[in-house]
């Protein structure tokens, strides 16, 4: 069975300062999407990033990047010059291709911003 | 697009009721989800609609749960004979292609 992990409950981060978030994931697929999805407090949850695994060139939108390990099934997640709008839960989630639709996500990760 | 909306966002029950959610999609997305969201934890899957086929379900979901997208727009999600561990934010996404999924702002419900 596929499986997610992010490993750090809990960040906090100077404003302006970049911040990596880790995730770890598990399966025995060749071929998924990943994804970095966040939670603002009391708000919905909206996509920040996807990684198509086929692609080797690592995903960037805006100040947020990943950097994708496939062969160590790592997936961070680098925010740039945060930003006091960046404070949420961040979910890493893994998604089969071609096969069901569900996301499978981690536990997640809440993300301080300190001014 | 408007987004995907959820009615009520908030339910309070006592223990045994049956309660009903309602999701609506984005307009013209075909694949709805349904979640569910403890504290501290990540969304878990429940099930899958592809318009009106339910294509999957979760062992999550018990018989006391049932789904439904009648003509494939709008969906119910029916929670009978409620337990407090049904406490749960439930969270209701949709999309036109597997590629992305847009999430509703949830309905939290508390079973008391």
């Known amino acids: 069975a596929q499986t997610v992990t992010q490993s750090q409950p809990e960040m906090s981060v100077q404003e302006a300062e970049t911040v990596t978030l880790s995730c770890t994931y598990d399966t025995s697929e060749s071929d998924y999407y990943l994804f970095w999805y966040k939670q603002p407090p009391s708000r919905q949850m909206i996509l920040v990033i996807r990684q198509e695994a086929y692609k080797q060139q690592n995903a960037t939108e805006n100040r947020f990047s990943v950097n994708f390990q496939k062969a160590a099934k790592s997936f961070s997640l680098k925010i740039s010059d945060s930003q006091l709008g960046d404070a949420a839960m961040y979910f890493c989630a893994y998604r089969r291709v071609n096969r069901d639709d569900k996301i499978i996500f981690g536990k997640g990760t809440r993300l301080h911003i300190l001014p | 697009d408007t987004g995907v909306s959820q009615d009520p966002r908030h339910k309070i029950t006592k223990r045994g009721q049956n309660v009903t959610f309602r999701c609506d999609p984005i307009?013209?997305?075909?694949?709805l989800y349904w979640y569910r969201q403890t504290l501290g934890q990540g969304p878990e899957f429940l099930t899958y609609?592809?318009?009106?086929?339910?294509?999957?379900k979760s062992r999550l979901l018990s018989d006391r749960f049932s789904a439904e997208r009648p003509k494939g727009s709008f969906s119910t999600l029916e929670i009978q004979r409620t337990e407090q561990g049904d406490s749960a934010m439930y969270l209701c996404?949709?999309?036109?292609?597997?590629?992305?999924?847009?999430f509703g702002p949830g309905t939290r419900l508390t079973v008391t």
């Open positions: 609609f592809q318009n009106e086929a339910q294509l999957e």
């Open positions: 307009s013209e997305h075909n694949r």
């Open positions: 996404a949709s999309s036109r292609t597997p590629l992305e999924q847009y």
